[in-house]
């Protein structure tokens, strides 16, 4: 059985635990590193090279076929095709990663504007001091050697004392055009910011520094307003309440909180030297957040009580971080589509010149966009927690005993368990590989009907044929067996209703965006899978059940991670990429799926799966 | 006797109690309206024309050389001629009043810029329902409106609310490009910025509809600070410890806030209904009331923490109006040459073509600017109490029982005292009287001698050689004789002294300033007296007596009283005027006269009293 081993990414300095056979590149996206497949994970194109020191299994063909002897020697290998097979420590380029760091920080658009620009930014200055010859105001003096900046009351009150305490040097702190603050001696080398992904199940937090650019931390928790309903419809309901709605803002606060201690812990930085916080979420999670009524999202028309993006004080939002520092609220386009998805299309650099580009994020609410030169279109459709594991019989989330992979081979059936235990359940990804390899076993028909045993048809495996069986006069395939405490985990007819709903209503959903811009599925240039889920699901078995268009080039096929994170911290790192979310979340068009008079057809032909 | 009479001024209901024989002009003065008066008073130009209803004086020569017969029996009068005689109501026309809301409200400048533009104004909308067409986030929904204005998170968590409560309509309420608030129904036609002159001594403020950019209430207190020391310098040394500081900025808040309360109520206006607030004051008073340590101001180089205007949240400063209501403190250019200053220059117009001009705000730190085509020179003079009679003797505030007019006729020595009670002292306009009578009868010499009776030249009247006594073994005048409880009012030898160092002080300032511009004082256009107390001395007797330099026309001498507040309000009223405040503050030269060779012998040489 796969054991549990560590993985320690350099230079980033990151560790996961994942179970050996794991796949170097899910590792990485465990990790919070995205690696770019531009081949589509097809071992083509070498973009993916990662240095592996400590335990290496041995090269793949495909790997030594792209790859030098002494590259192989050296423990170069390809993160597509390499599996962990023990603890190691694995080198990922700067190169190797997709729409990473290494873009924001050199990338410079054809118009020589760079995106190296955060809006926090410090200067140490030594200024003239006073005399009656020059005799100029605190603040003016100071204005001299950074500009014409803003200030409160808070920073004006200390001014004096700190100029003077200091002999007329320091270091101002400037966000935008505003002083924040005037820091004693020269601390220019420390300025952090933080950058969340709000989710209703996930928060994911990542601490930068604005200096570098690099990211100094990143961890993640449970949103802890789980507690009141896990589905996004009963925050909701509670929080369209003044009581629930304070009850829901403060959870999340202390996840925030929570988070940001356990950054500033790992990256050994103060909360007051976070000078900015930037936020993405879905638009309930964002109103939350806010503390703002989300009453309307749950009724029709589905309005958002805001548009642009937010900025306010991180202290008047509840945050503690620098008594000044400002929080920076990503733009959202409707009720259902919010500041992740316009994160989203900021860390993908849809819209510049590279499409058409059609961006997905999978999850309870799929959200779609395609972009195209003039005209960008944004939809959401309710997929239903099927990919998360919930209303699968034996599903469950991508936690410990989560069946996450399944391979049929010649002699049987193969999966591994998250966490080196018992299977306990099916996660999402798990269920998508098994769902497609009973497709192409024969066992499920085109139309989702599992065939009863007694329909089998003559070729079926006996390995297979032993597993299908009736269960309340209804077909069901047993996965894994019971066996001790564990009850075995089995996929019925109904399970496999749920996924056709959920694979059905995102295909639908691409189909009348397409149609809506008049483009076919083959003239799309890249299709971008975003969300934890969309990171771990095999291509060929998401096409296979009809959640990704047939008809598209696995190498178009990227796999782009948490790009909502990647969004939110490219906000933090470039002002320029902060109003190139504003600008899309506005250039955007919201399809309501709903008013298209053709989506319930193709939502129905959708279910259907493909035939090979 | 002279009795107290209420006297009401026209259109803007405001009454004040003066004296009768009092000029119009001053009673008005007094009433918060400064009367124009380009000919100085000389009944020449006819300009402060006044109608008068109930008791009316007959008309003087001067007045029946200007005005018609007609007129006269319609009760027209010149303010700069006319007394009040009795209970009487006085029409001001717009066009008889100097810098005041006409000029505000009609004035184009020659770029076709008008000056009606308060950053304050309320815009009623009626919004097309959202639909699922339509589905727009309810801000932008209104920005559609209004324009890409900001909001807070205060507003946008009650705007979804307030626009389905009230149909989609409702008044947004916008500071500058900022959403403060979103009201139900209509509000459009009420909407109010309190304006404020914090003096040392005393604060007025001014209630404005910022809808007709009239004035609807006005009123003044104590600086309650006055319990701490009546001085600037003591309020510096207190507010330099971080209690005293706050000790101060309570008080001057607690005396802000009565006034408030009272404007709201002779106006019928809820506090919440104003939108705005500007102050005008000294450094130190601007300090204080920001909670800024002063300390810097009380020692060389006496550095200003700020130099530019704030805008800050008025509830930041601690001042109860509309929440979101922003305040603006004004610019100020040195240590002692505050926002007042600034204000005044506004108000009266300087550097818009009519120059050279010289202002001057008398008062214990005489505040004095000089526009010239191309600059802008501003300093302060430590002129000391005299003119606001302490360190006199006998002297006192202009309240109750102050002799403040002194007429020396053929017969006797004439005065009037203020609140028809004895006379108990001798306030600032009494003083600049009296000396001047002394020096003209030469009763005092230039050099500042009062002559002792034995020295009395022959010509000299035997009422007023009865009042020259020895008073412990020094010359001294007695004004008014001792009666009942009043123990008399006298003038000593040391008062001339005080008064001497006051003059010179002033008159030493404005020649450094003319000096260092290279122009004489016949070059000047306008000189413009402001201040309280600037605005009841009479010319010829501070020509007299040095305070204002000879060799001026007094038609180019103008009393333009509260110039401060005068400021404060067309800020409130124009951002025009605002702007104009902050580019005059930067455009301005601090000269700081100390620094000045020639600044000891001009002082030295302006305490001589000039010969005739």
Excluded at 30 to 59: E, F, N, S
Excluded at 223 to 243: C, H, K, M, W, Y
Excluded at 266 to 282: D, L, P, S, W
Aim: proline fraction near 4%; glycine fraction near 12%.
């Amino acid at each position: 059985m796969n054991q549990q081993v560590r993985v320690t990414f350099e230079p980033h300095g990151r560790a996961v635990f994942v179970l050996t056979g794991t796949k170097v590149i899910e590792a990485a996206g465990r990790g919070g590193l995205t690696i770019d497949t531009p081949c589509g994970g097809a071992a083509t194109c070498g973009k993916c090279r990662v240095r592996i020191r400590g335990k290496v299994c041995a090269p793949t063909t495909e790997e030594k076929a792209i790859l030098s002897e002494a590259e192989l020697a050296d423990g170069w290998r390809l993160a597509c095709q390499s599996s962990i097979c023990g603890e190691c420590v694995i080198e990922v380029p700067e190169t190797s990663l997709f729409a990473g760091r290494h873009q924001i920080l050199q990338d410079t658009h054809t118009d020589g504007e760079t995106d190296v620009l955060p809006a926090v930014r410090k200067q140490y200055v030594q200024l003239p001091e006073p005399s009656l010859d020059e005799d100029a105001p605190d603040l003016i003096r100071l204005q001299a050697a950074v500009g014409p900046v803003d200030a409160g009351l808070d920073v004006i009150r200390q001014l004096g004392r700190r100029l003077r305490e200091g002999g007329f040097a320091g270091t101002a702190v400037l966000t935008d055009h505003r002083l924040i603050d005037f820091e004693a001696g020269d601390t220019s080398a420390r300025c952090h910011g933080a950058a969340f992904d709000i989710g209703t199940t996930t928060v994911v937090g990542s601490l930068l520094d604005l200096v570098t650019g690099q990211e100094v931390a990143i961890d993640s928790a449970m949103n802890s307003q789980v507690r009141f309903g896990d589905d996004v419809l009963s925050r909701i309901e509670l929080g369209s309440t003044p009581a629930g709605l304070e009850e829901l803002r403060t959870e999340i606060l202390k996840t925030v909180g929570t988070i940001l201690g356990r950054l500033c812990e790992q990256a050994h930085v103060g909360r007051e030297e976070i000078y900015e916080i930037a936020f993405a979420g879905n638009t309930t999670m964002q109103h939350l957040l806010c503390g703002i009524d989300p009453a309307q999202l749950g009724q029709v028309p589905f309005v958002p009580a805001y548009g642009r993006s937010l900025t306010v004080s991180a202290a008047d939002l509840g945050i503690a971080i620098h008594p000044r520092a400002q929080a920076v609220v990503f733009p959202v386009i409707g009720g259902f589509v919010g500041g992740d998805t316009v994160a989203g299309m900021v860390s993908t650099r849809l819209m510049e010149g590279n499409g058409p580009d059609l961006m997905v994020d999978i999850g309870t609410n799929g959200e779609i966009v395609l972009a195209l030169e003039d005209k960008l279109l944004a939809s959401s459709t309710a997929a239903g927690p099927a990919f998360e594991g919930a209303r699968i019989s034996c599903g469950m989330r991508a936690t410990a005993g989560a069946i996450e992979k399944v391979v049929f081979d010649e002699d049987d059936v193969n999966y591994s368990v998250i966490g080196h235990v018992d299977p306990a359940g099916l996660c999402g990804s798990g269920l998508v590989d098994l769902t497609a390899e009973l497709l192409r076993s024969g066992l499920v028909n085109s139309v989702g009907r599992m065939l009863p045993p007694d329909e089998l048809p003559e070729g079926i495996r006996e390995a297979l044929r032993n597993r299908v069986i009736l269960d309340g006069g209804q077909p069901a395939f047993v996965l894994a067996k019971p066996k001790g405490d564990s009850q075995g985990v089995v996929l019925r007819q109904k399970d496999i209703r749920e996924l056709q709903l959920a694979t059905g209503a995102i295909r639908a959903g691409i189909t009348i965006l397409l149609k809506q811009a008049g483009i076919a599925v083959g003239d799309l240039k890249r299709v971008l899978i975003a969300g934890g889920f969309g990171s771990f699901i095999r291509r060929n078995n998401a096409q296979r059940i009809g959640l990704l268009p047939p008809g598209i080039d696995h190498s178009r096929i990227h796999y782009v991670g948490n790009a909502s994170l990647a969004g939110a911290k490219w906000a933090l790192v470039s002002t320029n990429a902060r109003n190139r979310g504003e600008h899309l979340a506005r250039q955007a068009r919201h399809v309501e799926l709903s008013r298209d008079m053709e989506f319930q057809m193709e939502f129905a032909e959708a279910m259907i799966f493909p035939d090979k």
